[in-house]
């Protein structure tokens, strides 16, 4: 995750933006000394609105602690999320913690994992300091640090899903086992993306608080989501995916395909939106994955999935021609192979299908009702049956949401404007309101004096407060 350092961006990592909801989380009760974690009764923690990033720094690069304590009560929050990197974020934490507790803030503290440290070739230079690598300490020293500071009452370990190697299952028992062995109140939620959810679901759920799980693309995501670490009934999505890892020969294919009658009309034209591969990828190589739209078998629309724009884009075909004489036609969106791949992914969304001149049986807001052929390795989850939940587990979970225009941009393909931030801590908010997520965050909002987005967001964690 990106982040940068300096008067104006002194801290940035995702940042925790909690709502008046109560976050459940499942407490321990274990020696500390051992590896095992023995579940027990739930704890409720209870956290208000709450934010992170973009600290206000002295002018020898420390954080004015004094200066971020009133500025955040400002913002009418009641939490920060601390990030612990370079050699003073530690020491400087034991500053912020009285004055956070005397303007009636909690705070969580937020760490880098290994792939984000010096430890790994190409990583940033900086490890979390003091105790580097050492996830295990870092559980019991955090859970010390607590007692004598009741206001920190959890923490976070950055782009977890990416280092699941390094916290295998056990090893976060252990670190649960040291801290709850101190502190069983205390929280852990490490952080995630919505695409690599379903891990944490199958093997971690047992051993971790609940997640902070980043960047919605829009509202069903956030929902899907909730379906998954509720055990509710599963909320299918429109997409069509190749995964990263494996190898496809050219040809091979996906296709979700629906019927659609012919009406009357000047002119007949089909609209969409898609999403492909978001996110803060390098340029893929072109000439390998296509996004295409049929008709009657007929490609009426087209685009190279490393041409994609990041972000929603629309889309528009005029089928006018291809539908003269019919009454019937058949329509698809297909992933094609045009060359074969060795570890190449691809994501492909798609939302809000609109036609004119034409009466489709079922919209992409019923992916289940469309057809599916496929040559290869591809997925999706067009024409599935919907997994039935048994609601066995309840996994609370934080949604991130992007308030640094930098990275606004880069998740969503849209100008980092203040308006357009606030726009999506509202979908954000209201979704936490309908009870779809446990509470939500913002990533490096601007704090500086006159920041417009630091008001607009302050108007809204104030009116979901009512």
């Not at 008709?295 to 724009?309: F, K, R, S």
């Not at 048994?390 to 308006?419: C, D, N, S």
Request: charged share 20%.
């Amino acid at each position: 995750m990106r982040r940068s350092r300096g008067f104006h961006w002194s801290i940035c990592g995702p940042g925790l933006a909690i709502g008046v909801l109560g976050l459940t989380v499942a407490a321990f009760a274990a020696d500390a000394g051992s590896p095992q974690v023995q579940a027990a009764r739930p704890v409720t923690l209870r956290p208000t609105s709450a934010d992170y990033a973009s600290a206000l720094l002295r002018p020898e690069g420390r954080v004015n602690v004094e200066a971020m304590a009133a500025r955040l009560k400002e913002l009418d929050i009641g939490t920060y999320y601390w990030l612990v990197e370079p050699a003073k974020d530690w020491e400087d934490l034991k500053l912020f913690l009285p004055k956070a507790a005397q303007a009636g803030l909690q705070v969580w503290v937020y760490l880098v994992p290994p792939s984000e440290s010096g430890a790994q070739p190409g990583a940033g230079p900086k490890y979390p300091e003091p105790f580097l690598l050492d996830y295990v300490r870092w559980a019991e020293e955090i859970a010390k640090l607590s007692l004598q500071h009741t206001n920190l009452t959890g923490w976070v370990i950055d782009d977890f899903d990416g280092n699941l190697k390094f916290f295998t299952p056990d090893h976060v028992r252990q670190m649960q086992a040291r801290a709850k062995g101190i502190n069983p109140r205390l929280a852990f939620l490490p952080l995630t993306y919505f695409g690599t959810i379903k891990p944490f679901v199958n093997e971690y759920r047992e051993v971790i608080d609940g997640l902070v799980v980043a960047y919605p693309q829009d509202r069903t995501e956030i929902e899907k989501a909730w379906a998954m670490l509720n055990d509710a009934d599963e909320v299918l999505q429109p997409e069509l995916n190749f995964p990263g890892g494996t190898s496809s020969r050219p040809g091979d294919f996906i296709m979700a395909a629906q019927m659609a009658r012919v009406l009357p009309a000047t002119r007949h034209l089909i609209r969409f939106r898609y999403n492909a591969n978001p996110g803060w990828n390098k340029p893929p190589p072109d000439g390998y994955h296509v996004k295409q739209l049929l008709m009657n078998g007929v490609v009426v629309w087209e685009e190279d999935v490393a041409d994609t724009t990041p972000g929603w884009q629309e889309a528009e075909a005029d089928v006018t021609s291809q539908v003269r004489g019919e009454t019937n036609v058949t329509v698809a969106f297909r992933l094609l192979e045009k060359k074969g791949v060795g570890n190449y992914g691809a994501h492909w969304r798609l939302s809000d299908l609109r036609c004119d001149g034409l009466e489709f049986s079922a919209g992409l807001d019923q992916p289940r009702a469309w057809q599916v052929s496929r040559q290869g390795a591809f997925t999706t989850e067009f024409g599935a049956q919907p997994r039935r939940g048994g609601r066995r587990f309840h996994i609370p979970f934080v949604v991130m949401t992007a308030a640094q225009p930098v990275e606004f941009k880069g998740r969503h393909g849209l100008p980092g404007t203040p308006e357009n931030i606030s726009q999506w801590l509202r979908m954000c908010l209201e979704a936490q309101r309908d009870g779809k997520c446990d509470a939500v965050v913002t990533y490096c909002l601007d704090k500086s004096p006159g920041s417009r987005a630091f008001e607009l967001c302050l108007d809204l964690f104030h009116s979901f407060k009512q």
